[in-house]
T-cell receptor
Framework: QQQVKQSPQSLIVQKGGIPIINCAYE??????FPWYQQFPGKGPALLIA?????SEKKEGRFTISFNKSAKQFSLHIMDSQPGDSATYFC???????????FGTGTRLTIIP | GAVVSQHPSWVICKSGTSVKIECRSL??????MFWYRQFPKQSLMLMAT?????????EQGVEKDKFLINHASLTLSTLTVTSAHPEDSSFYIC?????????????????FGPGTRLTVL
């Protein structure tokens, strides 16, 4: 059962552009939504996370937009760089449960 | 802070042999450790959750007798793939969380290891 749907599957953006990755969830009990970045052959690393009581969170060049009523959230990467080329996963969690439910991943390529 | 290591980083073994993968939290005590499997170009699939000193909880469809998990201390968990076969070839990733540990991440945050690439010939 896919509880977190992620799109697009792959994305190519020119340097300086703003890639946007979207996720939608079904389980209204989810109350913590992290984004992870994974480089080939490496484990995922937490980029930024948001709780449903806020609609937006910024950390450096990364911004999460959250729409609770639509059960959707998205990652925006400002001023994207070739070094941002990686696979990005959204995830969701019910606090107290600890189990992360991952999206299917988006392979992002930033071209110079 | 909050570093998780895995050993080995890659391993090649013959079909029918067993392989042990270690996961260590280097600078914090992990309340819970998780084991994931990731096939090429796919997402992470949770295999099991383990708490120190207790039996692991396996996800549906994961054979507990094939994937043995031992969580003997707050800083070490091991995954043993018994009688490995080529279809077990995958990228195995562990993560660790430390609920309530002030100053180390946030509640619910999982810190991931670098992964172990297992190839079974």
């Amino acid at each position: 059962q896919q509880q977190v749907k992620q799109s697009p599957q792959s994305l190519i953006v020119q340097k300086g552009g703003i890639p946007i990755i979207n996720c939608a969830y079904e389980n209204t009990a989810f109350d913590y939504f992290p984004w992870y970045q994974q480089f080939p052959g490496k484990g995922p690393a937490l980029l930024i996370a948001i709780r449903p009581d806020v609609s937006e969170k910024k950390e450096g060049r990364f911004t999460i937009s959250f729409n609770k009523s639509a059960k959707q959230f998205s990652l925006h990467i400002m001023d994207s760089q070739p070094g941002d080329s990686a696979t990005y996963f959204c995830a969701a969690l019910v606090r107290g449960n600890e189990k992360l439910t991952f999206g299917t991943g988006t392979r992002l390529t930033i071209i110079p | 802070g909050a570093v998780v290591s895995q050993h080995p980083s890659w391993v090649i073994c013959k079909s029918g042999t067993s392989v042990k993968i270690e996961c260590r939290s280097l600078d914090f005590q992990a309340t819970t450790m998780f084991w994931y499997r990731q096939f090429p170009k796919q997402s992470l699939m949770l295999m099991a959750t383990s708490n120190e000193g207790s039996k692991a909880t396996y996800e549906q469809g994961v054979e507990k007798d094939k994937f043995l998990i031992n969580h003997a201390s707050l800083t070490l968990s091991t995954l043993t793939v018994t009688s490995a076969h080529p279809e077990d070839s995958s990228f195995y990733i562990c993560s660790a969380s430390a609920l309530g540990l002030a100053g180390v991440g946030r509640a619910n945050e999982q810190f991931f290891g670098p992964g172990t690439r297992l190839t079974v010939l």
